[in-house]
């Protein structure tokens, strides 16, 4: 996660647009984490992709009823009569949203005002 200069404006661009910002994908560390925690709801959402000899991929937000990428994470949350939002799952979020944005660059690329 970013530097001190960093301050989230909960403006929820990263998580209404995910193909553009997050990597869309879970980690071991996250499913393994969602397991321990008997987070079923979570890994309803989570496509496992296999590539063969124990190594997979998990592919997320994948709505389980339709079976298609949502670009809108299912998590998030806006607060009544705001223009911030929340996540659901602030504790057990993926890695990859503990750490985004990667950079203040990486930041002005997605479209996060949080450097501002
Ligand atoms: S886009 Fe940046 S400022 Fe907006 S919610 Fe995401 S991390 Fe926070
Ligand atoms: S899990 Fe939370 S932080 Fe990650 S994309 Fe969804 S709402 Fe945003």
Redesign the pocket.
């Known amino acids: 996660m970013p530097s001190a200069d960093f301050n989230c404006k909960q403006c929820g661009n990263?998580?209404l647009n995910?193909s553009g910002a997050?990597d869309v994908c879970a980690t071991e560390k996250d499913i393994r984490r969602w397991e321990e925690n008997d987070r079923a709801d979570i890994l309803a959402w989570v496509e496992v992709i296999s590539l063969g000899k124990g190594h997979n991929i998990y592919d997320i937000?994948i709505n389980p009823t339709t079976g298609d990428d949502v670009n809108r994470?299912?998590?998030?949350r806006k607060l009544p009569g705001k223009d911030k939002?929340i996540?659901?799952?602030?504790d057990m979020?993926?890695e990859?949203?503990r750490n985004?944005p990667l950079s203040r660059e990486h930041a002005e690329k997605t479209g996060c005002p949080g450097f501002e």
Do not use: F
């Open positions: 990263c998580c995910l997050i937000w994470c299912p998590w998030l939002y996540c659901r799952i602030q979020k993926p990859h949203c985004y």
